[in-house]
T-cell receptor, first 110, second 115 residues
């Protein structure tokens, strides 16, 4: 089955800096790559996603890039703010079979 | 519209007991997936149900089981509880393929503590 690896496991940045989280996947048939943000006491919430026919997608301060050949994708957050502090999960899916990375705990220091 | 609802939110059980968790998906969603979340392991896929049939299964022992009803509501059951089963159990529902995205919408989870 699909295996998703995520790095780093923890990331600390200063407010205003950029943060980058990287994931790799194993199954070349995966065609949907969402990113979720999980705040304390809540379930994961989708923040951005990308499909295999697209190389990059941007939504305000958040962007995701996908390299199908290398089977890796990344989340980029620019101009980080304290409210960006959370655990971020990447995922790769084929249909509704979605597998997650282990998560990255992002801390944005004011 | 209402989101994914999981009940109960918190549960304390004793080793050896069994537990049933419930998940009501978003109206119209027919796919329900269950995940176990622990601090060291992240989100581990348990199983996925679609139209009352288990379509995918993760690498968990047979003590973990689930089912889905005709109204798409799903339950998962854990028998003979072990201390290591203590975790946040998350349910996610997804829209039918014809709706476009395969985005998973998560509930807030059920926090299970085994003592």
């Amino acid at each position: 089955g699909e295996n998703v690896e995520q790095h780093p496991s923890t990331l600390s940045v200063q407010e205003g800096d950029s943060a980058v989280i990287k994931c790799t996947y194993s199954d070349s048939a995966s065609n949907y790559f969402p990113w979720y943000k999980q705040e304390l006491g809540k379930g994961p919430q989708l923040i951005i996603d990308i499909r295999s026919n697209v190389g990059e997608k941007k939504d305000q301060r958040i962007a995701v890039t996908l390299n199908k050949t290398a089977k890796h994708f990344s989340l980029h957050i620019t101009e980080t703010q304290p409210e960006d502090s959370a655990v971020y999960f990447c995922a790769a899916s084929i249909g509704n079979d979605m597998r997650f990375g282990a998560g990255t705990r992002l801390t944005v220091k004011p | 519209k209402a989101g994914v609802t999981q009940t109960p939110r918190y549960l304390i059980k004793t080793r050896g007991q069994q537990v049933t968790l419930s998940c009501s998906p978003i109206s119209g969603h027919r796919s329900v997936s269950w995940y176990q979340q622990t601090p060291g392991q992240g989100l581990q896929f348990l199983f996925e149900y679609f139209s009352e049939t288990q379509r995918n299964k993760g690498n968990f022992p047979g003590r973990f089981s689930g089912r889905q009803f005709s109204n798409s509501r799903s339950e998962m059951n854990v028998s003979t509880l072990e201390l290591g089963d203590s975790a946040l159990y998350l349910c996610a529902s997804s829209p039918p393929p014809g709706w476009g995205n395969t985005e998973a919408f998560f509930g807030q989870g059920t926090r299970l503590t085994v003592v």
